[in-house]
């Protein structure tokens, strides 16, 4: 039997992971943009569309997964291979024509997730690469981590029946470690970022606390009254001084 619940619970993850990032970081992700943590009005159309079709589609995936495991379509024919070979079998022709389709049947929502999962774990590494606030030297970076495991888990789905359930198993198993790492890496990035932020709002915090006042128009007014004023004052005693000097002079001559 095919693994039931990996199929809907991987996909939620790894499209919540990427889009809770880009979120956090305000980086335009599959059509929608945010602006400081929060999607930007005219693409909450598109973020809700896009959110409920992944959930639409996870919702197939597990109705797909109960349909080829619990014998439901089956009729009577003959599926010896289903949940126990990948492609290879398909490709090889191995049994009728029926057989066949529900072969390919019961290994789409591994291939659908492995499709979404190639796409998501570019952007992932991409982020990583160009704006994650931990700098990295090369492309060569954890944030590829995805990216390996979506590879890991589609050439584990090649097999035929002798090897297809070990190597299948592997491949589900390195997925979700790769997927749980790009969480570690995740939750680095946010560490950083809360440390930015909280570095900004203290030096916000300070440069309030030392900041000059602006003088308003009408204190500048005032100022410049009062120091008219008082230089007409400082002229009154000068005019006296110098009415007594011509006085005397005049006293003098007579």
Excluded at 78 to 101: K, N, P, T
């Amino acid at each position: 039997m095919a693994p039931l619940p990996q199929f809907p619970a991987l996909l939620m993850t790894i499209f919540e992971l990427t889009y809770l990032t880009m979120k956090r970081r305000s980086v335009n992700f599959c059509g929608m943009q945010f602006d400081q943590g929060v999607r930007v009005r005219d693409t909450m159309v598109m973020s809700c569309l896009l959110r409920n079709f992944i959930r639409t589609l996870a919702l197939a995936l597990l109705v797909i997964g109960l349909l080829v495991n619990f014998d439901i379509l089956y009729n009577g024919i003959s599926h010896d291979l289903v949940g126990r070979a990948g492609w290879w079998s398909v490709f090889e022709g191995d049994g009728d024509e029926d057989s066949q389709i529900f072969l390919i049947v019961s290994l789409l929502p591994t291939l659908i997730l492995i499709l979404v999962s190639f796409y998501l774990s570019i952007v992932l590494w991409r982020y990583g690469t160009e704006s994650s606030m931990v700098v990295h030297s090369s492309m060569c970076n954890p944030w590829f981590y995805p990216f390996f495991g979506m590879l890991a888990l589609a050439l584990t789905q090649l097999f035929d029946e002798k090897l297809y359930n070990i190597m299948s198993n592997t491949g589900y198993l390195v997925y979700i470690i790769t997927v749980l790492l790009a969480m570690v890496e995740v939750d680095k990035d946010m560490v950083k970022n809360d440390e930015v932020a909280n570095f900004l709002v203290e030096v916000a915090y300070k440069g309030d606390q030392v900041c000059v006042a602006v003088p308003s128009p009408a204190s500048t007014r005032s100022r410049q009254r009062d120091e008219e004023v008082g230089l007409e004052g400082d002229d009154i005693p000068q005019m006296k001084v110098e009415d007594e000097v011509s006085q005397t002079k005049a006293k003098h001559e007579q």
